[in-house]
């Protein structure tokens, strides 16, 4: 039975699909899907997790649409992160963006701080939501793993997610039906070259180096946000892109896992739009960490 939070939700989404259909580039020979949404002067670009739909967002785009423009793309995973940065470069040349802020979340965590990197003229701020770090002792561990992807029959990828997905949303959420019905959706249109190539991008980006110097020059800000009882990235895990992004502002919230932009939508949405509302501090004043927790 569906839940009355559940039911307004499945009309939003509906809502939002017939507001936002998709528009379609060509890069390097492979149509691109991605979403264009909201107005205003600043813009985000918005990198979802492995389910990899535009459509994770929808609450949240309906949220900031009008304070900014909004651009998402769907299955965003090319055989190299250089080849998934070319196509994002290409979907906001077509946009006629050229400075945007950038949020990422999971795997579109990993994918924002290499864009950032390869990117910072180009990098207003950025938002790493519920992400890891780099750490090159699972390179090994994630070559085996591209290789079963691979390997193994498509279903046996999408059983993988779907037990992944399915202890995303803590017990007791009210929207858990919708969530829940909507992730199986999503990972049920996942292909198998999407899911080789997430392995591929995750585990190039694992092994990578990086350093909290590599973005000295860099004239941003970024924005950290984590939960405290997040199965999916360990506090080990977070620990290490706080240390990554000393300088960072960091956001704890209580008790919402994995999927925070979800069971605290509304908050999410209000933190990421406060940060990148606001005017950029001086260079010396961002040494600051600023954590609080969401209860």
Not at 67 to 78: E, F, H, L, N, S
Not at 80 to 90: D, N, P, W
Not at 97 to 119: E, M, P, Y
Request: proline share 5%; glycine share 8%; aromatic share 8%.
């Amino acid at each position: 039975m569906t839940s009355a939070a559940g039911a307004r939700l499945a009309e939003q989404l509906a809502d939002f699909r017939r507001n936002h259909p998709p528009q379609t580039i060509e890069v390097g020979g492979r149509s691109w899907r991605y979403i264009c949404a909201g107005s205003g002067d600043k813009s985000l670009l918005m990198l979802p997790g492995a389910l990899g739909s535009a459509e994770l967002g929808f609450q949240l785009i309906d949220s900031w649409a009008p304070q900014m423009r909004i651009v998402t793309p769907y299955y965003v995973a090319g055989r190299s992160i250089a080849e998934t940065q070319t196509v994002l470069e290409r979907i906001l040349d077509a946009e006629g963006i050229g400075k945007t802020s950038v949020l990422g979340s999971s795997f579109g965590g990993t994918l924002a701080q290499s864009w950032t990197r390869a990117h910072p003229e180009r990098t207003e701020r950025m938002v790493l939501s519920h992400t890891i770090a780099p750490d090159p002792r699972y390179t090994r561990n994630m070559a085996v793993m591209t290789f079963l992807m691979r390997m193994l029959p498509l279903r046996v990828g999408k059983a993988l997610m779907r037990r992944k997905v399915d202890k995303i949303l803590p017990q007791g959420f009210e929207a858990r039906d919708f969530w829940n019905g909507f992730f199986i959706e999503l990972t049920d249109e996942l292909t198998k070259s999407y899911l080789v190539n997430v392995m591929r991008c995750m585990g190039e980006f694992i092994g990578s180096e990086l350093t909290p110097d590599d973005l000295d020059g860099w004239k941003g800000e970024t924005l950290i946000l984590e939960s405290d009882n997040d199965a999916s990235v360990k506090e080990e895990e977070r620990a290490a892109v706080r240390a990554l992004y000393p300088s960072a502002r960091v956001h704890t919230f209580h008790g919402s896992g994995h999927a925070s932009s979800v069971v605290e939508a509304h908050r999410y949405a209000e933190i990421v739009a406060e940060f990148l509302s606001g005017p950029l501090p001086p260079p010396s004043t961002r040494g600051a960490v600023d954590v609080r927790v969401s209860r």
